[in-house]
């Protein structure tokens, strides 16, 4: 199970930090899968932000918020998170996070590619 948590409203240029806690599993479990985030915006479909690989060793972002977003893990915390600096507007939507079973290099990016999905954080950007 993922619970996602930290978001919230604020102003364009500021900053905000995602978690998402995986329970249900020991640490050593949850070192095993790759982890993402993505987000929906209102009347958008779902995209890929960003990917971490099951060691922190490899990252993938979107272009959209290369630069500004980082996603990190702790493993011994059976967390992930984003950083999210810089933030707009069109930064608005709710943010999911999910997870994928693999210990391979690089993170996978495509929606399809992840099996289980956190109940979403909606984060609020005002101009």
């Known amino acids: 199970q993922l619970q996602a948590s930290g978001g919230g409203l604020v102003q364009a240029g500021g900053s905000l930090r995602l978690s998402c806690a995986g329970s249900?599993?020991?640490?050593?479990?949850?070192?095993?899968?790759?982890m993402a985030w993505f987000r929906q915006a209102p009347g958008k479909e779902r995209e890929f932000v960003a990917a971490i690989n099951w060691r922190g060793s490899n990252t993938n972002y979107a272009d959209s918020v290369k630069g500004r977003f980082s996603i990190s893990r702790d493993n011994a915390k059976n967390t992930v998170y984003l950083q999210m600096n810089s933030l707009k507007p069109d930064d608005t939507a709710v943010y999911y996070c999910?997870?994928?079973?693999?210990?391979?290099?690089?993170?996978?990016?495509?929606?399809?590619?992840?099996?289980?999905w956190g109940q979403g954080t909606l984060v609020t950007v005002s101009s």
């Open positions: 249900g599993g020991s640490a050593r479990t949850f070192s095993n899968y790759y």
């Open positions: 999910a997870a994928r079973y693999g210990t391979g290099r690089y993170p996978p990016s495509e929606e399809s590619d992840y099996d289980w």
